[in-house]
Each structure stands twice: as structure tokens, then as C-alpha cells.
């Protein structure tokens, strides 16, 4: 059983940046892929980023790719989401979501098991 809690959301303005953290209950958050998703007002949920069990391998959606970092700290059971030049179509509440042991972090929110409540990131323009 993991518990994610994620923190950070806020407001910003357009070009600005926010760091989200997902902290993870459990001494096996090292065994874990981590996954960031975001869900806007009216839209489907869309994945963002994950990061595999090991740190090895990254994947981001081709709308955030090169504005936004995803990074974890297993000493720390925390995976992080930095995300600079915020854009408004980036507003939405953002939620991490953790899956056992996957080589390559699934872009498909059905593979993942655990989910955190999510946070709010609204960027204004």
C-alpha cells in the first residue's frame, strides 16, 4: 500500500514556475515508477510525466517536454515535477500516481494503482 500527498500547486503567472512534490508513504517507494497527470476543467486526464522505479528512464508529453523536469528522491520518498515556463494551458490540478516495478513509466493512467488527491496549478496571462 503507498499514499501519495502531493504539494506546490498554486498561482503564477504566464513564464513563471512552480515545483510540485508527491511525498510517498511506505518503504518501498524505490521499487516504484512515479507518474505525474493533470486534469483541466472539462477535459480528460492527461498524462504529463513519469519517471521509472529506478531514475533511469524519463518520458514527458510532448507539451511539456523542455519546460518541465520530473526527479525523485528515494532517501526522501519524494518524486518532484519542476515545471518553468508556465504556459495557461498548463492550469489544471496536477496528481501524482505510482505503479510496481514498471521499466518504462506508462503514459496510460489505467496501469497506474496508487494516486494521490492532487493540487491545484492555475497560471494566469
Known amino acids: 500500500q503507498v499514499q501519495l500527498v502531493e504539494s506546490g500547486g498554486g498561482l503564477v503567472q504566464a513564464g513563471g514556475s512552480l515545483r510540485l512534490s508527491c511525498a510517498a508513504s511506505?518503504?518501498?517507494?524505490?521499487?516504484?515508477?512515479m507518474g505525474w497527470f493533470r486534469q483541466a476543467p472539462g477535459k480528460e486526464r492527461e498524462f504529463v510525466a513519469g519517471?521509472?522505479?529506478?531514475?533511469?528512464?524519463?518520458v514527458y508529453a510532448d507539451s511539456v517536454r523542455g519546460r518541465f523536469t520530473i526527479s525523485r528522491d528515494d532517501a526522501k520518498n519524494t518524486v518532484y515535477l519542476q515545471m518553468n515556463s508556465l504556459k495557461p494551458e498548463d492550469t489544471a490540478v496536477y496528481s501524482c500516481?505510482?505503479?510496481?516495478?514498471?521499466?518504462?513509466?506508462?503514459?496510460?493512467?489505467?496501469?497506474?494503482?496508487?494516486w494521490g488527491q492532487g493540487t491545484q496549478v492555475t497560471v494566469s496571462s
Open positions: 500516481a505510482a505503479v510496481f516495478v514498471a521499466r518504462i513509466p506508462p503514459s496510460s493512467s489505467n496501469e497506474y494503482d496508487y
Open positions: 511506505g518503504r518501498t517507494f524505490s521499487s516504484y515508477t
Open positions: 519517471i521509472s522505479w529506478r531514475g533511469g528512464v524519463t
